[in-house]
């Protein structure tokens, strides 16, 4: 057992650094921080200089590094208070699918492209009528004489559809089959004509996520990724690369604990001694809470540097992490004192405040809690299945059955 | 960065869960509250026979020689088991004793019984002991002591309150040891509570997989199986924390304070809710006196109050993490 970086680890970390602190002023300039352009401009340049797509294969234009490279990179990026690649959603789900299921024409045509931000890429999954349980997805495809195919319906909570290039598509190819075995994924191109991306306005305020329809979109068989009616497994290696974006390696979810150290200590002493104590109390269990997750996110990332798969106790990351970012948030908004009930402080600040009206959409995105919580006990635990009402059936009868 | 344990220490868990398993288990934590002569599984002898006891003391007097982290892999096995007399005792005396070999001989041997008095606190495994370490003022002293047990709630602890006798000044100027000394015995208190809590989840999933209600599996209803993953994910972040806190020990003592507070604070969280966990899940026969559950529970409620509870141990980790964060940033300057 050893913390320290190895020194070749901590060669790539000095690297890293270099790197970043000769860019700085490019790469955390507040002026542009949410310009699109700029954003697309700082995920080339970094991955220009090999600190995109580390753990990606060589083939894949990535860097053939290891977990534990890109996890040092990550941790220098978020010391310099850089505010995130704008293809995140491509970089930790579309392009994994893409690797492992797409033909070689399509790793070619967008894989490197997707890494420089040339493209930015969204994943087209929940629907309206099926979120938790995304198999019940009722977005039609249908093979035309051509062997091209038909795309008609609706997704949604699509985060940067309305930005986006290109997407991953799960569809409906067979109804009449039981509803995991009836799915089919496509790359869409976003362009096409009768792809609609429509901006939903969040409780927070933003709009980084959107309604998507198809109507008759057309998309030639090609773009298809995997077997026909193997849609399902392709989701699964979507939503394992998802695992490990969100949280699972020791990432923190929200503002962070050490951004919240700093907010209160600046504040407690302001407080009367019994107001502290009951703020040292509260602060001390999300704290610890924080480094637990933290940990146990790089026990799990020094699993992977030796070969390991993200299985589904990486899930316990983001469930925890979700739990410790809303107890930090939540007391680093009381510490704002009279200003807490406002939506920003005099100042013009409104981290916390941000920060408190957008976690409760981190604990349902990417897996409700509740979900997370049964895949941990049926898969981790080995604790049996719910029941399910639609086992047995076809994807047809249950819709009659539930009369929808 | 390899966050992970090693092939000899996942040997070192196997042969200590083979020892504790085949020489200790939760039946003698019930038996010991009936009969107030028993003493606890291993015990002594046996304990001390093993070697486990004496892993951290230096080779020099007779001890293994190893790591407080592989102290805590084994800490972790004696947990699953309810074992006493605690590892917790032995690693706290081992730190006081540096330097005194004779003293640490007699720890490694088991020739003598040591308990370790905190002022105004009631002594872990002082039934049974003879000889009793104390501060006083910055003064290490060996005494006798007389003690009066209290009536228990998890007698496996062995905790008494002690009046000391004749006492020897042994080291002067240990206030700092003193204070490592508590924070190792947390780190190895944390890993016994990992073992016991751990444990306690196994037994709770192995229920709800095997007893039906409603003509199903009772861990097939959410109800049951989110209770049962929070006590899981709870333990989990207990095991990254303890072998943080004990590689702290050993390799980064500047880490040493954060970590074995935290380490600590979770340890009392996690095994309460573990503890309580089991008891809901198995309805009735839960919350017996035949079954071991109450066993479990015992020692969650008396091991949060051993040095310093959880509030104070929560309160501690504030003050260091606040303390932290508002020192001018030491941040080193980038190289190159």
């Not at chain 1, 007391?331 to 009206?357: H, I």
């Not at chain 2, 004793?97 to 040591?114: I, K, P, Q, V, Y």
């Not at chain 2, 015995?185 to 989840?201: H, I, K, M, P, S």
Request: hydrophobic content about 45%; charged content about 20%.
């Amino acid at each position: 057992m050893d913390f320290d970086d190895t020194p070749d680890e901590a060669a790539w970390r000095q690297q890293v650094r270099r790197f970043l602190e000769e860019h700085r002023s490019t790469l955390v300039d507040p002026a542009t921080r949410h310009d699109v352009a700029a954003a697309r401009a700082r995920q080339a340049l970094l991955y220009d200089h090999g600190y995109v797509g580390v753990t990606w294969p060589e083939a894949a234009g990535g860097r053939g590094g290891t977990p534990m490279q890109q996890a040092i990179v990550d941790q220098e990026l978020a010391r310099i208070g850089f505010p995130g690649l704008i293809n995140l959603i491509g970089i930790g789900m579309c392009g994994p699918t893409v690797i492992v299921h797409g033909s070689e024409e399509q790793k070619e045509r967008y894989l490197r492209r997707l890494l420089r931000a040339e493209d930015i890429w969204c994943q087209l999954f929940s629907e309206p009528a099926s979120g938790s349980d995304l198999a019940a997805l009722r977005t039609k495809a249908v093979q035309q004489e051509d062997g091209s195919w038909r795309i008609s319906g609706q997704k949604v909570w699509t985060t940067l559809a309305h930005l986006a290039d290109y997407g991953i598509l799960l569809t409906r190819t067979d109804p009449d089959v039981a509803k995991h075995r009836g799915l089919t994924m496509f790359v869409v191109d976003m362009k096409a004509p009768g792809v609609t991306a429509r901006p939903l306005r969040q409780m927070s305020g933003g709009a980084e996520f959107n309604e998507v329809f198809f109507d008759d979109v057309v998309i030639p068989d090609s773009e298809r990724l995997g077997e026909v009616g193997q849609g399902w497994q392709v989701a699964l290696t979507t939503l394992m690369s998802e695992r490990l974006s969100l949280g699972g390696g020791g990432t923190e979810i929200g503002a962070g604990v050490d951004a919240a150290a700093a907010h209160l200590a600046a504040r407690l002493g302001a407080q009367s001694a019994d107001r502290q104590a009951l703020v040292r109390q509260s602060f001390g269990r999300a704290y610890v809470s924080s480094l637990g997750t933290r940990y146990t996110g790089y026990r799990l990332l020094s699993a992977l540097s030796k070969g390991a798969l993200p299985g589904p106790e990486a899930s316990a990351g983001k469930l925890a992490g979700t739990v410790a970012a809303r107890q930090l948030s939540d007391l680093a908004v009381r510490a704002l004192g009279p200003e807490a009930v406002f939506a920003s402080t005099a100042d013009g600040e409104n981290l916390w405040q941000q920060s408190q009206a957008g976690l409760p959409g981190m604990a349902i995105a990417g897996g409700t809690n509740e979900v997370l919580r049964n895949v941990i006990g049926e898969r981790v635990l080995g604790l049996p299945a719910e029941p399910r009402a639609d086992k047995g059936v076809t994807f047809r009868e249950s819709l009659a059955q539930s009369g929808s | 960065m390899d966050f992970d344990l090693s092939a000899e220490q996942r040997d070192l868990a196997a042969a200590a869960a083979d020892f504790f398993s085949s020489s200790a288990s939760p039946a003698r934590s019930r038996a010991m509250l009936d009969d107030r002569t028993l003493a606890p599984e291993p015990g002594h002898a046996a304990l001390a026979g093993s070697g486990f006891a004496a892993i951290t003391v230096p080779e020099s007097a007779g001890g293994g020689g190893g790591s407080v982290l592989d102290l805590a892999v084994v800490a972790e096995q004696a947990g699953r088991v309810l074992a006493g007399p605690s590892l917790v005792t032995a690693a706290r005396v081992a730190v006081l004793l540096a330097g005194d070999d004779a003293g640490l001989a007699e720890l490694a041997s088991g020739e003598r019984r040591f308990a370790v008095v905190d002022d105004g606190a009631a002594t872990l495994d002082a039934v049974g002991a003879d000889t009793f370490l104390a501060l006083a003022g910055d003064r290490l002293v060996r005494a006798e002591g007389v003690v009066t047990p209290g009536d228990p709630i998890d007698a496996t602890r062995g905790l008494g309150m002690v009046a000391l006798g004749e006492q020897r000044v042994i080291a002067e100027d240990v206030a700092l040891r003193w204070r490592h000394a508590e924070r190792v015995a947390r780190v190895v208190l944390a890993a016994e509570d990992l073992g016991t809590a751990g444990r306690a989840v196994e037994i709770g999933v192995a229920y709800a997989q095997q007893r039906h209600a409603f003509g199903r599996a009772i861990g097939s209803y959410q109800a049951v199986k989110h209770a049962l993953v929070d006590a899981y994910v709870e333990v989990e972040q207990l095991r990254s924390l303890v072998w943080w806190a004990a590689w702290a020990a050993d390799e980064a003592p500047e880490e040493l304070p954060l970590a074995s507070a935290a380490a600590k604070a979770q340890a009392a969280t996690a095994l309460e809710r573990a503890a309580e966990t089991l008891i809901q899940v198995h309805g009735g026969i839960g919350f017996t006196w035949e079954h071991d559950a109450h066993l479990y529970w015992r020692r969650a409620k008396v091991d949060r109050f051993l040095l310093g509870d959880d509030v104070a141990a929560y309160d501690e980790v504030a003050r260091l993490a606040l303390d932290a964060a508002s020192a001018p940033a030491r941040e080193a300057v980038p190289q190159g």
